[in-house]
């Protein structure tokens, strides 16, 4: 199968390219040489991963889950910690980090925002 997908050499279309519909060149790869996604979610929600664990985290707090990540400076609520930390670091600037688990009932992912001194 050929689509439009940069990183993947294609060994049938290698040194081919093809026009787009103003007639600009357009190369196309080969998902042949993709890395598959062997790792489904069984409750069919459509989602595949390349590593067991990712999966693993999908089911645990993703897949069919109420966001369980709360900003502690505003009432917004993630599915993942590192969402929560980019929203921090965008929305909420020189504040340190950290998320609230609202199922667990604790602090999660404190990461503070000093420099270290050498």
Known sequence: MH???AGYKCCLLEDKNFLNEVGEPVRYECLDNAPTKKFVCPNLCGSSFSHNYSLT????YECGQEPRFKCPYC???YKRTS???QHIRTRHVNCTTYAIDIIDNKIVGIHFTEKKKY
Do not use: A, C, F, P
């Open 57 to 60: 985290r999908h089911l645990k």
């Open 3 to 5: 689509v439009k997908l």
């Open 83 to 85: 969402n929560v930390t």
């Open 75 to 77: 009432d917004l609520h």
